[in-house]
Structures are given as C-alpha cells and as structure tokens.
C-alpha cells in the first residue's frame, strides 16, 4: 500500500519467560494503517499490549530478547528488517515517541533546553547554538513562557504538566511526521491534561502530524483521535471511526470497558446509611486570606515564636464541626476535624504556603472527595489529616480531642502501591506490619488476621508470601488497602488510589472501597484529580486551589450548580467520551486564552 505514514500487518511480540525457549505472546496478529495527519488511539486495559505495539514502530524491542512477527513499516522503513544507522535515521526524523513518565525519561543533570539540542545535533548536522536556538523555538511552540530563560532550568524545576511539553517539545525538535504518545496525561491533572491534548491537536492541524494515541482513558482518545483500535489480552477487539466505537461498539468488550468508564453526568444511587446533605451555602472567605484574589491565601503576620491562633469557626458553618454546611444532617462527632491548618515549605523568599487556612470535618460512614490542580495543597492536607506531616499552626482532632504525629485509628492508601510496598518483603509481611505494631505479638493469629484481609479485598490468603512483583497494579492497591484496614482503623484517606489504574481496575477498587465503607462504617477521604472518579464514590466535596477550599458540599450540588468559577473551570476541563462534546469543549478553550501551567512552586 502507498501513502501511508504506518503499516502494521499481523504483528506479533513474544517475550521471554521462565527457562529457554518459553515465551510469552503479549500481542497477537494486531494489524492497523495510519495516514499522513490522521490520528489513531489505542485503548486497552492494563497488559492488553498497547504500548508494546507503540514500542514495535521505532524498533525499541530489538535486543531485548524478544520475538517479533508479521511486518512493521513506518514511513517507508521496515522496522524488522533496518539497520541500526536506518533506526536511528527513522527515531527522530520520522517518528517521535512521548512517553508516559517525563520525570524519568528526562536527565536530571542536564537543562531541558541542552537534552533538546542534543536530539536535534543527533539528526541534523547543525552547530552547538543553531541546536539550542532550535530548542528555544520548539519550547516556545509547545506553550512555555519566557523559553529562553526556562531552557536553562532542570526537569525538577519545572511542574509535571511542563516536564510533558518538554517532551514533545524533544519530539518536535526533528520535525517528525508521526508522534507516538503513549499515555501522555495519565499523572496530571485536567487542566493541565486539557492543555497538552489540545497542544496534540493543535500541531496535527498545524503541521500534518500522525498521531498514535495510546492511552486507557477513552475521554482523552474522544478529544483526539479519528479511529480507535480497542485491544484486549494482545488481541485487536474492535477497530473503526472513533464516534462510531464510542456511540455503538459492535462487541461486548467494548461495551464493558465503555461502562466502567466514570462520567460528570452519571446518575448517583444514594448509598444506604450515607450522610444526607442538604445544599450548602455559597463559600466564604476563612479568617486569615486576603482579597488578592480567590484561593490566594495571605501570609500569616508575625508568625514566628507566637503561639497558633485559637482555633476558628468560618462564616457560614455551624458548630456541628468545620467545613459542614449549616443545615448539614450528620449524626455523632466528626472522625476527623481540621481547624484553620496551615502548613508552609521553604525559606525567607521562597517560603510558600501549601495548605492556607483550611477547616472541614469528616463523619463515620461518608466519603468526602478533595479535588483540585497539581500545587493545590490537596495531598498536604491529607497527610496532616493522618498525621503525617505536623501543622504549622491550626489543630487536628480526631474523635473530638487534639491530636498530633500518626495515632491508632487512621491510616492511608498512597497513589503509588509499588514505592509504597517494601520489594523485598512479601505482601503479607507488609500487610501484618500495622498488626504488630498494635502489639499483636502471637504469629498464628497474625497470619490469619492477613488471610481474612487479603480474602477481603478480592486476593487470596495463599498469596501471604508473595512479593509485590508478582501482581498488577490493580492487586498491588488492593494490598494497600489491605494493609490500611489491618488496625481496624475508623478514618482512611486516600491520596490518588485509582490514578495509575485503567477504568475497569478502578471501578472495582472504587466498588471494594464502598463495600467496606458500608460494612464497617469507615470515614474516607479521598484525594484525586479526575473529577468523574469523585463524583462516584464522594457524598461531599471541597474543592482546592492555592491552599485553600474555594467551594465545598453536596457533591451533586457542586457538580451541578458550581459557584465557584474555578470548578466550573475544573469541570469544563473533565475530557468526555463524546466526540461532538469533546470538539465543542475544546472550541470553548480556545476562545479563551489559555494560561500554560508554571513552574512547581510549592509541594502538593
């Protein structure tokens, strides 16, 4: 076939496993062509093989040790067959790839503006300064403020959403005539998330770019790409235009996946023994902000050696506890109070406030969701909840008295399962660590305690000696909620569990966590930056800019009546599984001028 910029036909990848000559089979006779300025997404679970078919066009399993069939051209280079001078002709010059973590796939030592340079040196026999020039315009394209000054800064001094167009920045410097981005937004949040898709749409129309999308979220696939390829244990499932997939898949697959998928608009089934909220009223300005401006928290005067301020009531809560609404129906006293909490990270100058001034309360049996930007403060806040961060000033209480440092009672699930588990103890092991240090000290009933736990959260009790290696991302949280319930604990917060997950996996830890909230009465809060996921399992939410809460309530009264400006921003950002809405939404953004995300200033 002529005229086609990729032309995969029956491609197979097998990796090694186990002893000589085993091989696992990852992809299986997946065939698909892309054109010159079209778009193409790949959606799939978790080891459905996406990004090993992404990884098959520029030739990145060559010397691995895997076994490649049927036939991969990209722009014109058989990619089974070229050379390594042709592969590093085609990486680069013809196809670029952006991947899914820039922190690692960036230098830490080097200036972003030096990495770029040296991509363009690679492929263009151009001096030292016409490479950095390059890598000034190319930061300039993709959106980043004052490019000259900023091309000299490192990756850790710039926010996740700018590392992201850094890298496409790098692969933009050669010109390429495909972009393969493989999940490209998974880690930051919908603001910046919108901002790099319509950065990806906006060089398709520009430049005539190939796009292969490969992502598991079928939001992000909608806003951007023409035909949808849904992949399923290395398999092709289902393959078309992408309205067509969306609106009416001709396959059961694609309709499961379709409904497990999150949406704003979803209709909530009131969860029996939830707190029943009634509207809250319009935000209110907590003691201790200025007028600079919404979510602009003021820097507290002469804070040094004075003692914290007594703890104070904002307007508009009545003293059922802070952050509930007056009118609020809540039985008991809240698990969980914060008092005017301000945290702050740095010296002198640079001082900033993280968290700046934020009161709520949390009831046994409900969830309250937390969302906001990257920067926002969100996972400060929840590690003062449980204690572990110490405020700067304001107060915790936890069952109606003060508290400090990490207390019986309170625990948490991290974003991360794989940092958050020991590589080198089984999960079990982990799981029983909470156990003993309670003072359970008989062994027996330790192991059976974890059997009950890893049997309740959907594991088995045989896999007590397993290591975190051996299981998926979806199972490695399901140990970490695990572990979190171990104490018996009246309060979980949990900071982004279900970010790094694809949408089946996450609707089912989303599903066990309200199945033991209902069964044991748990308090949950629940930190994310994907509003849909909120909206399902929260019956309260606050949401944060700046440090502080601009708007909080009913969760169906913030998502469909926002007050806030900011949260109706927040929720136009959301990306839809609709394509009209999707191309309507992005039209909306671009009569606005669109503000790219700045450096990281501040710990979240």
Known sequence: MTGLLVDVTDLTVEFPVGGPGEFLRAVDGISFTLEPGRALG????????KSTVAAALLGLHRGTGARLGGSVRVGGTDVGTASAAELRSLRGAVAAMVFQDPLSSLDPYYSIGDQIAEVHRVHAAVSRRAARARAVEVLERVGIPDAV?????????????????????????CEPQLLIADEP???????????????????????????????????????NVDELLVMRDGLAVERGPVARVLAEPSQEYTRALLAAVPRLD????????????????????PAGLDSAGPGVPARPKDRGSAPDPAPQTPAGLDMAGPGVPAGLELAGEPVVEAFSLWKEFGRGKRRVAAVGGVSLAVYAGETLGIVGESGSGKSTLGRMLVGLLEPGSGQVRRGGRESAGVVPGVQMVFQDPVSSLNPRRSIGESIADPLRAAGEKDARAVRGRVGELLERVGLEA???D??????????????????????????????EPVSALDVTTQAQVTALLAELQRELG?????????????????????????????????????????????????L????????????????????????????????Q
């Open 42 to 49: 790949i959606v799939g679970e978790s080891g459905s093989g």
């Open 462 to 464: 045989g896999h007590y």
């Open 185 to 223: 937004t998974t880690a930051l949040d919908v603001t910046v998330q919108a901002q790099i898709l319509d950065l990806l749409h906006g060089l398709r129309e520009e430049r005539g770019l190939g796009l292969l999308l490969v992502t598991h979220d079928v939001g992000v696939a909608a806003e």
């Open 572 to 603: 136009a950002a959301v990306p839809s599984p609709d394509p009209a809405l999707a191309a309507a939404r992005r039209l909306g953004r671009s009569s606005r001028t669109a503000v790219p995300d700045g450096v990281l200033t501040g710990s």
């Open 149 to 173: 000054r900023r091309s000299r800064a490192r990756p850790h001094e710039f926010s996740g959403g700018m590392r992201q167009r850094a890298l496409i920045a790098m692969a933009l410097a």
């Open 466 to 495: 397993r290591y975190p290696h051996e299981f998926s991302g979806g199972q490695r949280q399901r140990v970490g909620i695990a572990r979190a319930l171990a104490p018996r604990p009246r309060l979980i917060v949990c900071d």
């Open 522 to 570: 748990i308090a949950l809060v629940f930190i994310a930056h994907d509003l849909a996921v909120v909206r399902q399992v929260s019956d309260r939410v606050a949401v944060m800019r700046g440090g502080v809460i601009v708007e909080e309530g009913p969760v169906d009264e913030v998502y469909d009546r926002p007050a806030h400006a900011y949260t109706r921003q927040l």
């Open 266 to 285: 979803a209709v909530r089934v009131p969860r029996p023994g939830a707190v029943r909220a009634l509207p809250a009223p319009a935000p209110q300005t």
